[in-house]
């Protein structure tokens, strides 16, 4: 994905090198499993996605204080390359769903803030350290990422220099801002707090897969826009989506699925609406609009 000369955002909270005293971590032995910070993926929603991360981080620290520890300025040029890309992406998610919103005139499009840390991190839904990996909290509107989850997604998924991959997590938690705006956030969540666990995971796995196909209609117009899709960029990403479906995660885990606890969907299914969202572009398709979950 070319990036070169891009517009930086400015929507940005560098909070790296800095503390939130965090004194506790996520739970269920994330870190347990070689793909472990992939699977820490799975939570992304935050307390804006279908999974019930919200839930989780309702266990962590409250109220902690940030203080300043390290200089910004001692971070590798690798990751503030990594930080660059993160405020091109975060630019291109603001121009393309500006005129996404205005073309289906659903008003104007408010984007949300990134945040950037190290380990741990404040947010309206709590005290999360970075093995909840990226997540999104509708609670203030912003999406937090350690940027050692890129270095993780290097390393253990093979996605060295494609910067489409990293683009495609970001676009994801996009996904469920765009959802907040849009009202299907607030309307799932309702659904998931009148009925039984197994139902609610169903409905948490359609929030997840309608984000991955707004990341794909994200694709779509960016590269409308500024054809900066490079060969086998698309392939990567669906590479990825492959790699965090939840069947696919179990067997890594556990060596079995239990499909009645899926929250975000299989690596079929997750494949299928990324690739769906890039080929329509169209906003009037919807996992919700799936009668059939079966179908998805």
Same mark, same amino acid.
């Given at each position: 994905?070319?990036?070169?000369? &891009?517009r930086? @955002?400015?929507?940005?909270?560098?909070? &790296?090198?800095?503390?939130?005293?965090?004194?506790?971590?996520?739970?269920?032995?994330i870190?347990?499993?070689? !793909?472990?910070?992939?699977?820490?993926?799975?939570?992304?929603?935050?307390?804006?996605?279908? !999974?019930?991360?919200?839930?989780?981080?309702?266990?962590?620290? +409250?109220?902690? /204080? +940030?203080?300043?520890?390290?200089?910004?300025?001692?971070?590798?040029?690798?990751?503030?390359?990594?930080?660059?890309e993160?405020?091109?992406i975060?630019?291109?998610?603001?121009?393309?769903?500006t005129?996404?919103?205005?073309?289906?005139?659903?008003?104007?499009?408010?984007?949300?803030?990134?945040?950037?840390?190290?380990?741990?991190? /404040?947010?309206?839904?709590?005290?999360?350290?970075?093995?909840?990996?990226?997540?999104?909290?509708?609670?203030? +509107?912003?999406?937090?990422?350690?940027?050692?989850?890129?270095?993780?997604?290097?390393?253990?998924?093979?996605?060295?220099?494609?910067?489409?991959?990293?683009?495609?997590?970001?676009?994801?938690?996009?996904?469920?801002?765009?959802?907040n705006?849009?009202?299907?956030? @607030?309307?799932?969540?309702?659904?998931?707090?009148?009925?039984?666990?197994?139902?609610?995971? +169903? !409905? @948490?796995?359609?929030?997840?897969?309608? #984000?991955?196909?707004?990341?794909?209609?994200? #694709?779509h117009?960016?590269?409308?826009?500024?054809?900066?899709?490079e060969?086998?960029?698309?392939?990567?990403?669906?590479?990825l989506? /492959? #790699?965090?479906?939840?069947?696919?995660?179990?067997k890594? #885990?556990?060596?079995?699925?239990?499909?009645?606890?899926?929250?975000?969907?299989?690596?079929? /299914? &997750?494949? &299928?609406?990324l690739?769906?969202?890039?080929?329509?572009?169209?906003?009037r398709?919807?996992?919700?609009?799936?009668?059939?979950?079966?179908?998805?």
């Amino acid at each position: 994905m070319k990036l070169t000369g &891009r517009r930086e @955002s400015s929507n940005v909270e560098d909070r &790296r090198g800095m503390s939130s005293g965090a004194k506790a971590g996520i739970g269920g032995g994330i870190g347990a499993i070689i !793909i472990g910070i992939i699977m820490s993926f799975l939570g992304g929603g935050g307390n804006g996605g279908g !999974i019930n991360v919200g839930e989780i981080l309702g266990q962590l620290t +409250q109220g902690a /204080q +940030q203080t300043e520890s390290v200089d910004p300025a001692s971070f590798s040029e690798e990751e503030q390359q990594l930080a660059k890309e993160c405020r091109q992406i975060l630019a291109s998610t603001e121009e393309v769903w500006t005129k996404v919103f205005k073309d289906n005139g659903y008003g104007a499009y408010k984007a949300p803030t990134l945040v950037l840390f190290t380990n741990s991190v /404040q947010s309206a839904c709590g005290n999360a350290t970075a093995a909840v990996g990226p997540f999104y909290c509708s609670g203030d +509107q912003k999406l937090y990422i350690d940027l050692s989850f890129f270095t993780e997604m290097k390393r253990q998924l093979g996605v060295e220099g494609n910067t489409f991959a990293y683009a495609y997590v970001i676009a994801h938690e996009i996904g469920h801002h765009v959802e907040n705006m849009l009202g299907s956030l @607030s309307k799932a969540h309702q659904d998931m707090s009148r009925t039984n666990k197994t139902k609610a995971n +169903q !409905i @948490s796995v359609r929030l997840e897969l309608l #984000a991955d196909y707004y990341a794909g209609v994200w #694709a779509h117009y960016e590269n409308e826009m500024y054809h900066s899709l490079e060969y086998g960029d698309m392939e990567k990403g669906l590479e990825l989506a /492959q #790699a965090i479906g939840d069947d696919w995660l179990q067997k890594q #885990a556990q060596g079995y699925t239990t499909p009645e606890a899926f929250t975000h969907g299989t690596s079929a /299914q &997750r494949k &299928r609406w990324l690739k769906k969202g890039f080929e329509l572009g169209d906003m009037r398709t919807s996992t919700f609009n799936v009668s059939n979950y079966n179908d998805l």
